[in-house]
């Protein structure tokens, strides 16, 4: 066998054994993985959104918010649905995020068993605080 055939082979073979683990590792469950759902969508999976890393997405529920120490429960809605959340985080929580505003939440982690969702990271888009006051015009 000359030399450029025995080089094609090995090359060709190497390309193989890369696609067919490449295509294994996609196969799997990819913890680093999330998914975007909303708070319905989350309910609608069911026990499938156990088995799933995720990002939510819903309104806070005003007054919802309980401090304990460390702990933060609360609950997001979206239309009639709710979804109550445990913050088990180790980032501070933002300053803003109280029992009064109106906002947006994001939070990322996982659905437990006992249908609370366990959030290692929380995101709060307070749009309000920032926009524009356009009731009176500029001088």
Request: with cysteine; proline share 2%; glycine share 6%.
């Amino acid at each position: 066998m000359n030399n450029n055939k025995l080089k094609f082979i090995i090359g060709s073979m190497v390309i193989v054994i890369a696609v067919i683990v490449l295509a294994v590792q996609g196969m799997q469950e990819d913890t680093t993985m999330s998914y975007s759902k909303s708070v319905s969508e989350v309910q609608m999976l069911g026990s499938r959104a156990q088995t799933m890393t995720l990002k939510v997405n819903g309104d806070l529920k005003k007054g919802s918010i309980i401090r304990n120490n460390l702990d933060l429960d609360f609950v997001i809605t979206e239309g009639n649905s709710e979804l109550k959340i445990h913050y088990i985080g180790k980032d501070p929580i933002p300053d803003t995020f109280n029992n009064d505003m109106d906002a947006e939440v994001i939070v990322s982690g996982k659905l437990q068993d006992d249908g609370i969702f366990h959030a290692e990271r929380i995101q709060a888009k307070c749009a309000s605080k920032y926009e524009a006051d356009y009731s009176s015009p500029e001088v």
